[in-house]
């Protein structure tokens, strides 16, 4: 069973263009989120998704950001115009969950991929 | 709402000395916490978890954690410190419905020969 697959691995841009950071989750899984994660700033949430559906976006700055989940196909982080500060590591994590139901304690966490680290000259 | 807070970015231990990282949590129903350790240049890698079954909890690498309650803590131990545990540790927590992870800003853990 491959684990959480995430490329391209690194990934440079120049400012004004755009970036697209992809992310395959684990099989069966169907819970993807993505973190972003600065030098000495830990991780930072940004979206939750699940297949076709935005479950929590609260992470995500409002412009030039989006993120989808396709029925097929690998989840999408977007970035537009691309500036400096947007340089980083971009995780991605998935898991198995049951919207609105505990879950199995022995399916609880979230399983990382190697991340996509984004350099924007 | 639940949150997790990391107390020390940076540690450093001697090589066979023990090794403390602590994490305290906030949330307003029973937690699901996690520890998860970052090697250079990697994803994140899941040390153990605490699912409200047994309070003190082993995972690889010879590291336990012990869930209380009443201090709202779960902080990672290791008896002897091995160069190879240098890397970076997060503490995250989530609610039973696993919508949502919360990590910590992490503690960067430096072992000394």
């Known amino acids: 069973n491959a684990g959480v697959m995430q490329n391209p691995r690194h990934l440079v841009r120049r400012r004004g263009q755009e970036a697209r950071l992809r992310c395959s989750p684990m099989?069966?899984?169907?819970?993807v989120y993505w973190y972003r994660q600065l030098p000495e700033e830990g991780l930072k949430f940004m979206v939750y998704?699940?297949?076709?559906?935005?479950?929590?976006e609260s992470g995500m700055p409002k412009e030039r950001f989006s993120a989808e989940f396709p029925k097929e196909g690998p989840s999408i982080l977007r970035i537009q115009q691309v500036v400096r500060g947007d340089s980083a590591a971009y995780f991605c994590?998935?898991?198995?969950?049951?919207?609105?139901?505990?879950?199995?304690?022995?399916?609880?966490?979230?399983?990382f991929g190697q991340g996509t680290r984004l350099t924007v000259v | 709402a639940q949150s997790v807070t990391q107390l020390g970015s940076h540690v450093s231990v001697s090589e066979g000395a023990l090794v403390l990282l602590r994490c305290n949590y906030s949330?307003?129903?029973?937690?699901?916490l996690f520890w998860y350790v970052q090697y250079p240049n990697q994803g994140l890698q899941l040390l153990l978890k605490?699912?409200?079954?047994?309070?003190l909890v082993k995972g690889i690498n010879g590291f336990e954690a012990e869930f209380k309650k009443s201090e709202t803590s779960f902080h990672l131990t290791k008896p002897s410190a091995h160069m190879s545990d240098a890397a970076e540790y997060f503490c995250?927590?989530?609610?039973?419905?696993?919508?949502?992870?919360?990590f910590g800003t992490g503690t960067s853990l430096t072992v000394i020969p």
């Open positions: 995250a927590v989530s609610d039973s419905t696993g919508n949502q992870f919360y």
């Open positions: 998704l699940q297949k076709e559906n935005i479950i929590d």
């Open positions: 099989k069966g899984h169907s819970h």
């Open positions: 949330s307003s129903v029973p937690p699901y």
């Open positions: 994590a998935s898991s198995i969950t049951i919207e609105g139901q505990p879950r199995d304690p022995m399916n609880t966490e979230a399983f």
């Open positions: 605490y699912t409200s079954a047994a309070t």
